[in-house]
């Protein structure tokens, strides 16, 4: 009885497999034109001057991007400026964006151009980078970095040299409430951490989540903390992170402990260390459910791009960014933590370098860049540009708020060397679950820090 | 048995397959692991033994240790009980048998990733399902932070494990005492045998095969495990469910450091080797009786 | 006696629900989150979306696991073949080594593989992952294949050659067709495994064009802020396990007769 079925069986699942093959073969045999161009040693680009003659494909990696809306701006842009150059477009989850990176990277394959943070991933690419400096010569003039931000162009280099073009601006140290759940109960904006304290006792009290922070994503931890250690004494936090500093300083210690206070005196939500800022808490925070998260300025990209949080704010909901809190009681708020959205790179491994330096061109200082800047996907890297779009009332005076906090910067966001990240990232976990104490937790740190290799 | 010099080229092709997609890629970690690379770079820095001696020093390696032992005893034991409960129960004619089984075995053909992606939702500790529902029958103590607390997170991992594969193990057990003749539950019974006594003398013992590879299978499984833990907590809270492949994935890819990744790997390898020499010592043993 | 039957059928029964509802459920879960906001949308929009075509990834999943099972089944049974039936020198050594290939977990091997397939030229095609399924596959049904031939009594050799037949002539007309419940275990364990597999898809397949379907839901929602998509990206798990799910409910036999090692008696 088995037998026949199986053989029927067999047979059926044979032919699809045949028949797939042969389709599979056919439908990928024709996209492997775009890669060969990539992994071909190629050496005729040498000599390619800004408008080839034959159109020449080249491939562009990164994270985050709303894909539906990059095609057509990235072929507007090219299709006027660039003709003969055509762009594919990889989009990766973030998680994975570095893993791919590097396992292309390591076999001397990879997209033509990339994205990459500034701190370590920077640092560890730079070797892959091709250096920017001829290429943006040629493509944009001898005088290439006055088009560009001081601050932009410092977060850019590693060792003193650009790794590629700055890519628009973002960071943390604010937070964002949805100002109608607290009209709701009647709570304020919180000025400082008391208020911040005072407003999770509120809405817990009423049955509702309070302040949430994804505390399994290590890298909220760290804006985070970084923003209260900036608060108490930011030249510490940096001097410290550079190794010139001990993390047993009292006032780095002190920043722990507010820290782990968060999540002791119940300010920041329960179970907060088994969830993920995207999408868990982000999830919820949209679902009009948490007052207040800790996300950072590329919220304001909502407004222009994420059809849940539109309807919300047509739904009668409006959200509104603030500064982080004063947590030493001085009256003032720590300074932003800024960083570049992206540093934009070429592949040294391209075969199509000068065609791949127009499209970054276009990616942060052309077409593209006022595209982004107007949808708010970052704020400007380029010196006299602004945001074009059209806003209304609440957006308009969120991103007045945000542009006029601008100047007000304590540092970088990211942390530059891996193995002391991942020490903080471990011991902050380990302190907002009550395994550690702030005295342990920064002594840890410190052995981390001191083996670091600056 | 026929000597065949041919006996060669029936195995070339398997051989070329193993070498290149597995003996290669062990040599080459093998090597690694004495190298401080991070991943990419042409650059290598030969440093001997040094990898190891970090590891050894390297406090996760003991969490990663005690994960193996606990989730590997646990998930492998209980998967196997239940199991074999099931399909004892499963012998005499039950209504809806057939739905039963199909049921009970679906979880897994299901993608672990999905599995992963579907649970995280529902563990969440304020509000996701299960925790809603236990607040909703008052039985709030019950609701505790299954991903969140370092000290439950380990174990939620091995009931998602258990959801996935217990299927497996009723399956099996069934096929294996389908091979138990019926003469021997008679003779058992007209011996005046209670059913646990039967339990115990005849069903366990005569298992003893399905025992023996499920338990391997198992040991196997979660040497590799992956999915499952990198979706639900990704190592976390605090590396409390570190296992030797997330760490192995995070110190490749986050931490640059391919160097430390392959020592892992190398003695992850040296581990299975171990436990597959122990284990089939221990099944010869046992048949020797 | 009677009463004492039914009660224990009750209670098993309710125990068998209880279990069941504790398998369902999630699974239940899944689709509900699926029918939220619009449900129509949800499942549309996998296949209309521009970003993903995913009649192409079905293709490349059912590509890829099809040529692995033909491979597996074709190098597996002739190595099965050698060393069940054959002697030679080393064959055991060599048999335990091939056996050590099957602990090896892919995480610790990712990059060294994906070396070799930049070596075949072979980056960011689907094909690319069809040499480390393979391979990864026929260790473990080498396993199977070759204790089911062992079960192949040797009298069948001696008789063939009576009769005239070469060696090879005997796995291909008598040996193989013979081990047909073996097959079914190598070929749906295969599939399944190949169906599924996760990591190395993601690390080695970049266009979405080349994608297997298991990474279609991870591609499509969950970057880096645009989120807010959570009913697509369960109506793409629905959709994705589907397929499986649904050939398993209806050969339901040959799943479980190919992952039990066909010792299951109806």
Redesign the interface.
Same mark, same amino acid.
């Given at each position: 009885m088995l037998r026949k079925g199986f053989k029927v069986c067999i047979c059926v699942m044979l032919a699809i497999a045949i028949m797939a093959s042969i389709v599979g073969c056919g439908a990928s045999a024709g996209s492997t034109t775009t890669t060969s161009a990539v992994s071909s040693s190629d050496t005729t680009t040498a000599t390619a001057t800004a408008a080839p003659a034959a159109p020449v494909d080249i491939t562009w990696q990164t994270w985050g991007y709303e894909h539906a809306s990059m095609d057509p701006a990235i072929a507007d842009a090219m299709a006027s400026d660039f003709p003969n150059v055509n762009v594919k477009f990889n989009l990766v989850p973030y998680a994975d964006h570095?893993?791919k990176l590097?396992v292309d990277?390591?076999s001397g394959a990879g997209s033509d151009v990339f994205d990459i943070q500034d701190g370590?991933p920077a640092t560890?690419?730079a070797?892959?980078c091709e250096p920017i400096g001829p290429l943006a010569e040629k493509a944009i003039g001898a005088d290439w970095q006055t088009k560009f931000t001081d601050y932009a162009l410092k977060q850019d280099a590693v060792n003193g040299a650009p790794v590629g073009l700055p890519c628009g601006i973002g960071g943390n140290g604010v937070l964002w409430v949805n100002k109608t759940l607290l009209d709701k109960y009647n709570v304020q904006p919180p000025k400082t951490l008391d208020d911040l304290k005072a407003l999770s006792a509120t809405f817990r009290k009423n049955g509702q989540?309070p302040f949430s922070i994804g505390?399994?994503d290590s890298w909220i931890n760290e804006d985070v903390f970084q923003s209260i250690a900036n608060d108490i004494n930011s030249s510490k936090l940096y001097d410290a992170l550079d190794g010139k500093v001990k993390w047993t300083d009292p006032d780095l210690i002190k920043a722990l402990d507010v820290w782990q206070k968060l999540f002791t005196d119940k300010t920041a939500?329960?179970?907060?260390?088994?969830?993920n800022m995207y999408n868990?808490t982000y999830d919820?925070f949209l679902k009009n459910?948490i007052p207040v998260i800790p996300v950072g300025l590329w919220m304001i990209n909502n407004y222009t791009g994420n059809d849940t949080f539109k309807k919300n704010v047509a739904d009668g909901n409006s959200y509104m960014p603030i500064r982080f809190p004063d947590v030493n009681g001085d009256g003032k708020a720590p300074g932003l933590l800024l960083g570049l959205n992206a540093i934009v790179v070429v592949n040294k491994n391209s075969t199509h370098k000068d065609e791949a330096m127009l499209f970054a061109k276009s990616l942060t200082m052309g077409k593209i860049y006022q595209k982004m800047l107007d949808i708010l996907w970052y704020l400007p890297t380029v010196k006299d540009t602004k945001p074009q779009g059209q806003y209304d009332t609440e957006l308009q005076s969120n991103l007045d708020l945000i542009t006029s906090w601008l100047g007000d910067v304590a540092g970088s966001r990211q942390i530059k060397y891996?193995?002391l990240q991942?020490a903080i990232d471990?011991q902050l976990?380990?302190l907002?679950?009550g395994?550690s104490t702030p005295q342990k937790a920064a002594e840890t740190i410190e052995t981390a820090s001191a083996a670091q290799k600056r | 048995?026929?000597?065949?010099?041919?006996?060669?080229l029936?195995?070339a092709?398997?051989?070329l397959?193993?070498l290149?997609?597995?003996a290669?890629?062990?040599v080459?970690?093998i090597q690694?692991s004495f190298y401080k690379w991070?991943?990419?770079?042409?650059n290598k820095s030969f440093i001997g033994l040094q990898n190891y001696t970090n590891v050894f020093h390297d406090g996760i390696f003991y969490i990663i240790l005690k994960n193996f032992v606990i989730f590997g005893l646990l998930t492998i034991f209980i998967q196997m009980v239940f199991g074999l409960i099931?399909a004892v129960?499963l012998k005499?004619k039950?209504?809806?048998?057939g739905?039963?089984?199909?049921?009970?075995?679906?979880?897994?053909?299901?993608?672990?990733?999905?599995?992963g992606? $579907?649970?995280?939702?529902?563990?969440?500790?304020?509000?996701g399902?299960l925790n809603v529902f236990l607040r909703a029958v008052h039985l709030d103590f019950l609701a505790l932070?299954?991903?969140?607390?370092?000290k439950v997170?380990i174990f939620t991992l091995i009931a998602v494990n258990i959801?996935q594969w217990t299927?497996?193990s009723m399956?099996?057990y069934?096929?294996?005492l389908?091979?138990i003749p019926e003469e021997m539950f008679e003779a058992a019974k007209i011996d005046g045998a209670s059913n646990f006594r039967i339990f115990i003398h005849v069903l366990w013992p005569m298992l003893k095969s399905t025992h023996f590879?499920l338990s391997i299978l198992g040991v196997?499984g979660v040497?590799?495990t992956?999915?499952i833990p990198y979706i639900l907590?990704?190592g976390?809270?605090?590396?409390s469910t570190q296992f030797?492949?997330t760490y192995?994935?995070q110190k490749?890819?986050?931490?640059?450091?391919?160097g430390s990744?392959?020592t892992?790997?190398v003695i992850?390898?040296i581990l299975? $080797?171990i436990c597959?020499i122990v284990q089939n010592h221990l099944y010869s043993r046992a048949n020797e009786v | 006696m009677q009463n004492f039957k039914r009660s224990?059928?009750i209670i098993?029964?309710i125990?068998?629900i209880f279990?069941?509802i504790?398998?369902?459920?999630?699974?239940y879960?899944?689709l509900s989150?699926s029918f939220e906001n619009n449900v129509l949308v949800n499942y549309t929009s996998i296949f209309t979306d521009k970003d993903i075509n995913i009649a192409v990834n079905f293709f490349n999943s059912f590509f890829v696991s099809g040529v692995s099972i033909i491979?597996v089944v074709?190098?597996?049974s002739? *190595?099965a073949?050698?060393?069940s039936?054959?002697?030679?020198k080393g064959?055991d050594v060599?048999y335990v080594t091939?056996m050590?290939?099957?602990?090896?977990?892919?995480?610790?091997?990712?990059?060294?593989?994906f070396?070799?397939t930049k070596m075949m030229g072979l980056v960011n095609h689907t094909a690319s992952l069809i040499?480390?399924y393979? @391979?990864?596959m *026929?260790?473990f049904c080498?396993l199977i294949l070759k204790n089911y031939y062992d079960t192949i009594p040797?009298q069948i050799?001696e008789a063939a050659k009576i009769d005239g037949c070469s060696?090879?002539r005997t796995l291909t007309s008598i040996v193989f067709p013979l081990s047909y419940p073996a097959l079914i275990v190598v070929i749906v364990w295969t599939f399944?495994q190949c169906?599924?597999e996760?990591?190395l898809a993601m690390i080695f397949l970049n266009d979405k064009s080349q994608m297997t379907i298991?990474l279609v839901?991870?591609q499509m929602f969950y970057s880096f802020v645009r989120v807010q998509q959570l009913g697509k990206?369960f109506a793409a798990?629905t959709v @994705?396990?589907s397929p499986?799910?649904i050939l398993?409910?209806f050969m339901?036999k040959y799943?479980?007769y190919g992952? @039990?090692?066909g *010792?299951?008696?109806e």
């Open positions: 570095y893993t590097k990277l390591a370590a560890q690419f070797e892959f989540l505390a399994k939500q329960d179970g907060a260390l088994g969830m868990d919820i459910m891996p193995e991942k471990d976990q380990a907002a679950a395994q | 048995m026929t000597k065949s010099k041919a006996a060669y029936y195995i092709p398997m051989c397959f193993f290149i997609f597995t290669y890629p062990v080459f970690t690694t991070n991943g990419m770079s042409a099931l129960m005499s039950l209504p809806f048998s739905f039963y089984k199909t049921v009970i075995f679906m979880p897994v053909v299901l993608t672990p990733t999905i599995i992606y $579907i649970f995280s939702r529902v563990l969440e500790y304020n509000l399902t932070g299954w991903l969140s607390d370092t997170a959801w299927g497996y399956m099996m069934m096929a294996g389908s091979t590879t196997i040497l590799k992956f999915d907590t990704n976390g809270p605090v590396n030797f492949s192995i994935y490749a890819f986050s931490l640059y450091d391919a990744a392959s892992l790997a992850l390898l299975a $080797i597959t | 224990e059928t098993k029964s125990i068998f279990v069941c504790l398998i369902l459920g999630p699974i879960f899944m989150r491979l074709t190098i597996t002739l *190595a073949f050698a060393f039936k054959l002697s030679f064959k060599i091939l050590m290939g099957m602990m090896i977990p892919t995480s610790t091997i990712l990059l060294p593989l070396r070799i040499g480390p393979t @391979t990864l *026929a260790v080498l040797n050799m060696q090879f399944l169906w599924n996760l990591l298991t839901p991870i990206m798990f @994705t396990v499986v799910v398993y409910v339901q799943f479980v992952i @039990t090692g *010792a299951v008696k």
